[in-house]
């Protein structure tokens, strides 16, 4: 009776999953862990009423797919050979969903009225979040107007309280760390999460073939959510987002429309750049840390933070080019080696850098070449919602280890998956 119902519902079962699981990113990692094992079972449910689900035009997809997944099992050998399994094992819990989805995606399928139900429900959940980071902003405003928020170091928080001090607003509470704290998110992966949110939203704004408020107030306010967030590559990789769609628009969309979101995204920009308290500041940090010819001339710059770890992974990638240090090995070697220069940070903040010391030259090789494929496939399919995904996971794995956080590998796993498994059924059918 049950695989009867689920043969006669299975459209309908699939798109609420395709409808829940996005929304599912900005729960808990015990709450998405239960939806996780609760969409294995239903997906291993599908296997076995029909195993020809998994077709034979899937299988090169999936390989492609798991090529990651793969890395991450020769890494945790790694940590086998050298008698650290348990360090391994705890690390590898983190990237399953790089084998998951797409397992699960191959196997339940996909399709156009799926993809875009998908990227609605993300859309929405990233509005939820963001009204969600607003209103306990205002409310701590309200109830703890006066208390200095230490979103960054001493140093940089008294600086930042010299240039805006507290008024009727206390911007503290409405910026990186305390403003992402809402839903428990770091900064960064709030604004990667953002950041796809619009890409899903102007995708809806470039079809409509009328002005849609409720969408452009949607892409407006996740894109003064991300200067307000102030992850210094995310507000790199917005601007460049923003660039390239209005050169999509310019040459795809209708006059009426074209002219509508061009003058919304030059409205939202210029704004953001009159009124940011800390966005452009924190990019300024950049130049000026860069110029800097002592690198422990202010070791409470996060900047300098991260030119330090990415030495000291150079240097351990010197000791073991080809065949890395493995998940733990790597993760141990690394604090060892921050140790000794005075750094309270472990984490490599570049994730080629990770996956060098973690994989060795293997590991690397390997990875740029299978997402290679999944831009060469994407530019080729003409599917530039896919191309601009990945171009912004590829920006922010440069100074973020987007694909060692359960954030960052769902994100990634879920929607590299859907697109790349829909775009290779679509090639197959014209076939």
């Not at 729960?27 to 076995?48: D, E, H, M, P, W």
């Not at 409405?174 to 619009?198: D, R």
């Not at 209708?254 to 940011?276: D, E, K, N």
Request: hydrophobic content about 55%.
């Amino acid at each position: 009776m049950i695989v009867d119902l689920l043969k006669n519902n299975r459209e309908r079962i699939i798109s609420i999953f395709y409808i829940l699981m996005p929304l599912a990113f900005f729960c808990s990692v015990r709450i998405f862990n239960f939806i996780i094992f609760s969409s294995a079972g239903l997906t291993l449910i599908y296997l076995f009423i029909d195993f020809k689900l998994v077709k034979e035009r899937n299988r090169k997809a999936i390989l492609l797919l798991l090529i990651p997944f793969l890395l991450i099992l020769y890494t945790l050998i790694q940590d086998i050979f050298h008698n650290d399994a348990a360090g391994g094992w705890y690390f590898f819990e983190t990237y399953l969903p790089l084998g998951f989805f797409p397992l699960m995606i191959a196997v339940i399928g996909i399709t156009d009225q799926q993809i875009r139900l998908t990227k609605a429900s993300f859309f929405t959940g990233c509005i939820i979040a963001a009204l969600l980071c607003l209103g306990f902003a205002f409310w701590k405003n309200i109830t703890d107007h006066d208390r200095i928020v230490h979103n960054w170091s001493f140093a940089e928080t008294m600086k930042f309280y010299e240039d805006h001090p507290i008024g009727a607003i206390n911007w503290g509470f409405f910026l990186y760390m305390e403003f992402a704290n809402a839903v428990h998110f770091h900064p960064t992966y709030l604004s990667i999460f953002f950041i796809t949110g619009i890409i899903f939203g102007l995708s809806f704004l470039e079809r409509s073939r009328r002005i849609n408020l409720l969408l452009i107030t949607g892409i407006s306010l996740l894109t003064i959510e991300v200067f307000l967030l102030s992850s210094k590559i995310s507000l790199i990789i917005l601007l460049i987002i923003f660039a390239l769609a209005a050169i999509r628009i310019i040459y795809r969309a209708t006059r009426h429309t074209r002219y509508v979101v061009i003058a919304t995204i030059a409205a939202i920009t210029i704004a953001l750049a009159v009124s940011s308290p800390v966005a452009f500041y924190r990019i300024e940090a950049i130049i000026k840390d860069l110029q800097s010819s002592n690198s422990n001339a202010d070791m409470a710059s996060s900047n300098l933070h991260r030119l330090q770890l990415w030495k000291n992974a150079v240097e351990l990638f010197k000791e073991r080019p080809l065949t890395g240090w493995g998940l733990s090995g790597a993760e141990k070697a690394l604090q060892a080696a921050t140790h000794q220069t005075g750094s309270q940070r472990f984490n490599t903040h570049n994730q080629y850098l990770m996956l060098l010391i973690s994989g060795g030259l293997f590991g690397i090789i390997f990875f740029l070449a299978a997402y290679s494929t999944y831009i060469i496939s994407s530019i080729r399919a003409a599917d530039y919602i896919y191309t601009v995904f990945l171009i912004t996971i590829l920006l922010g794995l440069l100074t973020e280890n987007l694909l060692s956080r359960h954030a960052g590998v769902v994100l990634y796993s879920f929607f590299n998956a859907l697109f790349f498994i829909h775009l290779h059924n679509r090639k197959n059918e014209k076939i």
